[in-house]
């Protein structure tokens, strides 16, 4: 099984930008759909982007499309969101993870079978 370990959440003023990464180590990430999901206090963890294994397609919630950008570098094993625009409504603790299945394309948490321990973002006002 992969472990997945992000890093780059932190406070920022609304309109900033903030890059996530995503460490994955244990195997490849290689045939694997990644994601980025967030959960906000009081509310359902969500999606917020996927990525097929070779990099295309994308996917984005509606609510970030324009301001999130994912990709993905499978040589380095990892996996990114850059986020310009910032709102507050943005504020969760974002998580990386992985398929279970290779050559699977998904966005629904249930078919994401590893995750990562997550990482704080907080956009103020």
């Known amino acids: 099984q992969v472990q997945l370990v992000e890093s780059g959440g932190g406070l920022v003023e609304a309109g900033g930008s903030l890059r996530l990464s995503c460490a994955a180590s244990g195997r490849t990430i290689r045939n694997y759909v990644m994601g980025w999901f967030r959960q906000a206090p009081g509310l359902e963890r969500e999606f917020v982007a996927v990525?097929?294994?070779?990099?295309?397609?994308?996917y984005y919630r509606d609510s970030v499309k324009g301001r999130f950008t994912i990709f993905r570098d499978n040589i380095k094993n990892t996996v990114s969101l850059q986020m310009t625009k910032l709102k507050p409504e943005d504020t969760a603790v974002y998580y990386c993870?992985?398929?279970?299945?290779?050559?699977?394309?998904?966005?629904?948490?249930?078919?994401?079978?590893?995750w990562g321990q997550g990482t704080q973002v907080t956009v103020s006002s």
């Open positions: 993870a992985s398929v279970t299945r290779p050559l699977y394309m998904s966005h629904e948490p249930i078919d994401f079978g590893s």
């Open positions: 990525i097929g294994w070779g990099g295309t397609p994308t």
